[in-house]
């Protein structure tokens, strides 16, 4: 099955808005076995969308149109769609009280504008919104389909993935398809590439491997694709584990999981607490750790320091050393490790000081320089790196490394 | 003038990459009075670009491709415009000097492959990439010009703004357009929206507003539209006047700034420095304001302290207020700010405490309460707000707002 996307809305021509929802589309159409041949963003005038369904309508058996299903006067779609395919408005109960309720909640006198919301095309299926107001349309026509769902990022998210998919699943020949993402830091893609090249080679036919990098991380999609599920299942798990051992030390955890919640997640299993003492990162350790539901259940606090003087006062770092090695060294990055895991009573510690950039780089040190160290009840460790002349990346990359090293830690001790 | 952006590569129509260059492109080209018909993503197979450029320019008069430039074997684009346009292949020196000195300063062997890509159609103009090796594509055709440019963001940033849109602005009748956008925090848009209707209602015609809003702020973006730039310079400053004084107190500053940089620039001017004491925001305060180049200069440090025992015993907040009050009052984060302050010996301090969620509220503070307090030099401020019960959008709308509310004063003391 091929699909094309289609997007309505002025505010994706104008650049107001970055189109997200058509990548989160295409993936999960890949994922069972539709692939996207056309992505497109039109305005939302009557004629355009006419002729972009008229173009798509020969090329693909799937369309999907997401935008225009507004509640004002960009209800354009769902007209452009009646009389491409000739139907009728029947008023949906359902649909209406639900808009009638909205309202109401809100406080808000309800208009006929509003009620015509619920006014659907006779001909067309509608796909169930459960967290909106208005349904999606599903049409039919020559074995070919043709789908309508709002722009609202979570409705078409919602739409799509609980209706649509198992609409498709259910009524079309698709081929079955396993995917396992695996979730890796510290690989760059290509290094990766060529440690799995082997193991690649090797796959049988049905199998492949997709990478998809991010600054400092790399997801691999292992995916098999055939025609009986049961078949499918029995060979994955031990090509999966291959490719887990492989992988190593750079692996960290599946479907798209972030190393965050993992480390939240070894922490709260052991019982165990944990604080960061940060200088170059300025708190994005932190901000990564809490920004997790359930934080506090594991996480203290932490210090940051921006100034030789604090590193000194708050968290006890000897002026010797820094006088001697500079704020940039193994001998500070320790003791702010250790004394920040002391000083907050916490089971794990970890401590970061770096040149970001884009000044304070000299040739011993050049802008890009990180050490980081880690702590716990039985050890400290620390690491020196290049992270490059980018401030944002150096900080980002930082916080990954300085989480991955900790879950290395935790994983090893286990529980208390 | 009308455009139609095209973007070429497998990895948008398989969702791996979100198309982030249409948007950007799209905004600047409304910037000098281009408007965008169609964005188009399309797979990097010679066939679907040809028909993609067939259908496109029958449409429009500038056609904008992107991607499908790679050093591989996906120089697809630039065979196919070749191909197009009937163009023969020459090398072109300066291209091929700097993928030979890129190759180099790698220690990489260069091969054949590598030297094609300074391989230029005969026929076209190119547009300079000084950062990169690979030079974008101008051709012309029966009044209509066709642009490839790499699809690397920055790459193609370069090439777009610094090459195609003055050579737009010089050979094209395109209308002048001035443009100035309105920074605003703290003001939804349906409520700036009502306070600027009558500002709105009273612009020349030539003139319009645009609002692009986005989690916590909105910009809003001035247009003058005209055919001479003395003229429309002439009336432009006096209309961005009024606009600023009716945004009041929302807006912070012009054309992309982030409330992080006018905060430091504030704080620098003023010769001033600032520290954090965070509990909810868990370092994203911090984290904002050192993630701007130069922080050093002002930022001293901060103290994250997500429980009740590192509140008394880092910035001695009184237990009795904690018992009393809660961690969630105006009592703990007044003190939080004024402890903060005094201990990292800075002149400005701004203290968070608040729900965040999931779990944690109760009837009297649901989640989403928060407490924000600035202190400086003259004056402590505290103040409760409820920003809902998405917990990442809580924190980032708390930082936003400690951030306007730090402005306010350090404005309103100047300097020291």
Not at 184 to 198: D, F, H, N, V, W
Not at 208 to 214: D, V
Not at 284 to 307: E, H, L, M, Q, R
Request: hydrophobic share 40%; with cysteine.
């Amino acid at each position: 099955m091929i699909a094309n996307i289609i997007t309505i809305g002025d505010e994706i021509l104008i650049g107001q808005v970055v189109d997200t929802n058509s990548a989160w589309i295409a993936e999960e159409l890949n994922k069972i076995g539709v692939s996207v041949n056309r992505i497109e963003s039109i305005s939302d005038k009557h004629d355009d969308i006419i002729k972009a369904l008229d173009n798509s309508i020969s090329e693909v058996d799937l369309i999907i149109l997401t935008g225009g299903l507004g509640p004002t006067n960009d209800d354009i779609t769902k007209e452009a769609l009646a009389k491409y395919f000739g139907s009728k408005f029947v008023r949906d109960k359902e649909t209406l009280e639900k808009i009638e309720k909205f309202m109401e909640d809100r406080g808000i006198p309800i208009i006929e504008m509003n009620r015509q919301q619920a006014d659907m095309p006779d001909n067309c299926k509608l796909l169930k919104n459960k967290v909106g107001s208005v349904p999606g349309m599903l049409f039919e026509r020559d074995g070919k389909i043709i789908v309508s769902v709002p722009g609202v990022p979570y409705e078409m998210k919602y739409i799509i993935g609980s209706e649509l998919i198992p609409f498709l699943k259910e009524n079309k020949e698709l081929p079955i398809i396993i995917h396992r993402t695996f979730m890796t830091i510290g690989g760059a893609e290509s290094i990766l590439a060529e440690r799995l090249k082997p193991f690649e080679d090797s796959l049988p036919d049905n199998y492949s491997l997709a990478y998809l990098p991010s600054p400092g991380k790399v997801r691999i999609r292992l995916s098999a694709i055939g025609k009986d599920e049961d078949n499918l299942s029995l060979g994955f798990p031990e090509v999966e584990n291959q490719l887990k051992l492989l992988l190593d030390k750079e692996f960290y955890g599946y479907d798209g999981v972030s190393i965050e919640e993992v480390v939240g997640i070894l922490l709260k299993e052991g019982n165990f607490t944990i604080s960061t003492a940060e200088s170059c990162t300025g708190g994005d350790i932190a901000n990564a750790i809490t920004n997790i539901p359930g934080a506090s259940d594991y996480y203290k606090g932490s210090v940051i320091c921006y100034t030789n003087e604090l590193k000194q006062e708050l968290l006890k770092v000897s002026e010797n050393d820094l006088k001697e090695h500079g704020a940039v060294s193994k001998q500070v990055v320790i003791q702010m490790a250790n004394n920040v895991r002391k000083l907050l009573k916490t089971d794990f510690g970890i401590a970061t000081s770096g040149i970001t950039g884009p000044t304070g780089g000299t040739e011993e040190k050049p802008v890009g320089t990180v050490w980081i160290a880690i702590t716990s009840p039985r050890t400290t460790l620390a690491f020196q790196y290049n992270f490059g002349n980018d401030r944002l990346r150096t900080i980002s990359r930082t916080t990954l490394t300085a989480l991955n090293l900790i879950r290395f830690e935790i994983e090893k001790i286990g529980t208390k």
